[in-house]
């Protein structure tokens, strides 16, 4: 078996090679329909499909359904929050700009979430295949190019974009949090509730965050030119990075 540290680096690190987008540079801005559609796929799946589905499985293993409802409103709250003062506040200037923000913190939290899942799933033994390592793979360098495709539409020169990657390394620090968790509290209460309780928050918060970066900067930015391919590449992204996670998790 690998160790940890080895996978959560390559894991953190892989959203980093989307900086290489920038050599398409106008392939993706002519593309608008497909580039903007396909990633509003994407964050369809991740934010509402995938971190909710967490938020829905994870709501009986509390234990306490008053305790996993506040939890859960809690982070969905928090994400809605963020989300607004990104896209909506007085802080940052500029649409595009607040798109390629609002794509970062989405990409953070999302990261967190994966970090946990990976620190989890390895107290019991990753399974390393070759399928599973190009879906993880693929699936990080889409993330990454949720970032790189607004940051080129908001005239970011690739010295200010490649730092902006940086936030998928949250991924790194978050696969160590669940052992360090079970190695302070073990198999009791509060550990359990920490064990379950922190990614579920992170989960709820990617979704109303995910809904936000959706419908306020994906969707708007893809169906811009009025044109009728977008849907078809909303279509192409959610099923391609769906079928990316049937070999990951
Ligand atoms: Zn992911």
Request: hydrophobic share 60%; with cysteine.
């Amino acid at each position: 078996m690998p160790d940890l540290a080895l996978l959560a680096i390559v894991f953190g690190a892989i959203p980093l090679a989307a900086i290489l987008v920038y050599n398409l540079r106008s392939l993706v801005l002519n593309r608008r329909e497909a580039t903007w559609g396909f990633l509003a796929g994407v964050v369809a799946f991740l934010g509402l499909s995938h971190a909710m589905a967490a938020v829905l499985a994870n709501h009986p293993l509390f234990g306490d359904a008053w305790a996993a409802t506040a939890v859960s409103l809690l982070g969905l709250l928090t994400g809605a929050g963020i989300a607004w003062l990104l896209l909506e506040g007085p802080f940052i200037k500029g649409v595009p700009n607040r798109i390629v923000w609002a794509a970062v913190a989405f990409v953070g939290v999302h990261s967190l979430g994966d970090g946990l899942v990976l620190g989890r799933s390895f107290i019991g033994g990753v399974p390393v295949d070759p399928v599973s390592v190009a879906a993880t793979i693929a699936h990080r360098f889409v993330e990454g190019c949720l970032i790189i495709v607004p940051a080129l539409w908001a005239s970011w020169k690739p010295k200010l974009a490649l730092p902006a990657l940086f936030v998928s390394l949250v991924a790194i620090p978050a696969a160590y949090l669940p052992g360090s968790i079970y190695a302070a509290y073990g198999p009791s209460s509060l550990g359990i509730t920490l064990q379950i309780g922190i990614p579920t928050f992170v989960a709820a918060m990617e979704s109303t965050l995910g809904l936000f970066l959706l419908v306020r900067a994906l969707l708007p930015m893809a169906a811009a030119d009025h044109g009728r391919r977008w849907l078809v590449w909303t279509a192409v992204g959610y099923i391609a990075i769906s079928l990316t996670h049937f070999f990951v998790e």
